[in-house]
């Protein structure tokens, strides 16, 4: 009599490669999703900055613009806020900056500002000109491992990423 079908064997070795193939692809799709979240925060930041730089370069309600970064102890919690007012300088906050808060931007989830950089950091845009006051450097890097981006403000008002 001959037997139709397969053997426990045969099926085992199926689904063990298919278990295999499985894993690599959802290893590959997280990464991506992570590189393409790192770089959408970045291009977000970047819009963020040219429109402070503008607000202050026009004066816009009558005051100084600037970004005011945040980086926390702990992970997953870092943020920026768009400040605006009389700039007196860098303090833990808007209000201790010296001005009032118009928006705060919490990074997505994964991401972070570099454990190197300070524990708080201004981009001060000056009024009338709107040039920055000062090149910074700020660095998200992936909490996963997977790449980091790094946002340059130098002087002359060029923002680089």
């Avoid at 037997?3 to 499985?22: C, H, P, R, S, W």
């Avoid at 590189?35 to 202050?56: A, F, H, P, Q, W």
């Avoid at 524990?119 to 009024?127: E, H, I, M, S």
């Amino acid at each position: 009599m001959k037997n139709k079908g397969f053997t426990l064997i045969e099926l085992i070795i199926v689904i063990g490669i298919m278990a295999i193939l499985a894993t690599v692809g959802i290893a590959n799709y997280l990464a991506q999703r992570n590189k393409n979240r790192l770089e959408l925060t970045g291009s977000i930041l970047v819009r963020e900055l040219n429109l402070t730089m503008e607000r202050s370069r026009a004066q816009e309600d009558g005051y100084q613009w600037w970004i005011h970064f945040n980086n926390p102890v702990g992970s997953a919690n870092d943020f920026y806020v768009t400040c605006f007012g009389a700039y007196v300088s860098s303090g833990a906050n808007c209000v201790a900056d010296g001005g009032t808060e118009s928006k705060r931007t919490n990074l997505s989830a994964g991401l972070e500002f570099s454990p190197g950089s300070p524990a708080t950091q201004d981009v001060v845009f000056a009024k009338a000109t709107g040039l920055p006051t000062g090149t910074t450097t700020i660095i998200i890097n992936s909490i996963g491992g997977t790449g980091s981006k790094t946002v340059t403000v130098n002087a002359n008002g060029r923002i680089d990423f």
